[in-house]
């Protein structure tokens, strides 16, 4: 239960599997007879609310948000050269999801990087698109939170430096 101090009730984390999503209490309930405490995280998206165990956080991946600094080296891979990989697509689809469940900003920020693609660059296949949406999505969200703006802005925003690419 270390990880737990670093949380604060009212604050923004990202759950991995789930997203951005707020930290909104600490309820305590018995669970085959022990007693056990729960973070509840609303995560306004998928109007979901799900009730973590606080002696799990460090196993489940939940963290604080990105800072700005931190943010700026995400965006910064967007930046970036796309990866062209030759694997086949279901491996590179595994990978892609891998990444996305990761909670890792900076990975999500590669997934996008990677599938992005202009007028230019040829059409997306329909699994391609579902994956680049859910992590543009991710992405966007937690990047409207850190630099307090709407969604769509932050969304437009990373739209922007990839077509600056």
């Known amino acids: ?15 991995p599997p789930h997203g951005v999503g707020k930290l909104e209490a600490v309820e ?13 995280i609303s995560i306004p998206k998928s109007k979901l609310v799900l009730r973590l165990p606080v ?11 990105t800072n700005k600094d931190d943010m700026k080296n995400v965006l910064d891979i967007l930046l970036q050269k796309a990866k062209k990989r030759k694997a086949m697509w279901s491996k ?11 909670g890792d900003p ?4 590669e997934v996008i990087r ?3 693609k202009d007028g230019s660059s040829g059409t997306q296949s ?22 307090k703006i709407a969604e769509d802005e932050a969304r437009k925003k990373l739209e922007n430096i990839l077509q600056a690419a």
């Open 114 to 116: 990677d599938l992005y």
């Open 126 to 147: 329909f699994s391609e698109r579902q994956i680049y949406q859910l992590a543009i999505e991710r992405l966007a969200r937690e990047l409207s939170i850190v630099e």
């Open 92 to 102: 590179r689809a595994q990978e892609y999801e891998l990444k996305i469940n990761s």
């Open 106 to 109: 900076c990975a999500l920020a």
């Open 28 to 40: 305590e309930f018995e669970v085959a007879g022990e007693k056990a405490e729960f973070f509840v």
């Open 1 to 15: 239960m270390a990880g737990a101090d670093k949380f604060k009730i009212g604050s923004w984390v990202v759950y």
């Open 55 to 65: 002696k799990k956080i460090d196993q489940s991946g939940l963290r604080r948000l």
